[in-house]
């Protein structure tokens, strides 16, 4: 039943906020988007920048973090992190990415609309069990920038990684600020 | 009519074969999911890497290809095609994507599952006007490497973006191999 599961995923969502473990950035476009009767967040990242440390190609069970934050970056910040790295260490922009539970495909659809014409292109229904919506955009970053606390892509270029991932957050920001006036609209 | 659309479609992704306007790399695998009755591919790309010069952060509309292979490429090829820059010049790996319409919902969920099981993560239902499921992996490279022609990674920098593109390109390509070998078990 919608209502039963959608109460239940509520309360998870109210609990998880109590415990902060949702990005603070994002609770303003959670809040509006289960306050629709047909929609329900299951879990939520609101975009982040990250200095990774990886044993290997893209084995991130291994990784481990050495800075990680949810807005813009300075160069210094990155630099220091990336001073600490003993392995292969990456420079990498995580999208925002929202899982919601819809009542229907219907209502899947309209929020897959929405989303799309925020510019959040990468959405689309994930599962047909709970209808569950991926509202997800392109805005990646994932390069390798040292070896071993060394800089690999010279400082000019770390210049240049810092602020494209700047950008690509602001832009992926932008675009969930976009989705939630959309949303807004459709508010009686 | 389901049978009337996915005639015309495969009408088109033979008529597109013949003036080599499909990937050939890709070609087994399209044939074989369109050999299905429940499917027909409608776009497709095998994945490639690119040198492109670009007037601003992200603005594709007026990029220029300097380089574009689908298949691995040498420091040597990008360098020469960096060379001619005259912008910001981005190395570029865009991942295979395929757009596959489906018979209905059941149908379309079944090579989400098997899509999925490929590795290729984000698999997802697009569109529900022609169940059009669009797969797509996470491999993704897009960095900008040069301006006005001058390296801004240095050579040892831009030595690891190279063989990263091409480590994300072999990845994305094994992952239509399984999506292929897993679509093969489902013929009788």
Redo the contacts between chains.
Sequence with gaps: MWSEFRRRKLEGYIEAKEKNEVDEDIIPLLDLINSFEDFVTLSSCSGRIAVMDMPE??DKVEAIFLGKWHRYVSFDEVFEAIKRGKQTTWLIMFPPIIHVACKD?QS??RL?AIANNAGLR?????S?KNNVV?INSLE??????AVKGKV???E??LK??VE?AN?KLK?SKEKLKRLYELLLQLKP
Excluded: Q, T
């Design positions: 190609f893209g495909l899947a659809e897959m990468r959405s689309g229904l994930i047909l991926e990646r970053l994932e390069v390798p920038v690999i892509v010279g000019e270029g240049v990684m494209f950008k832009r």
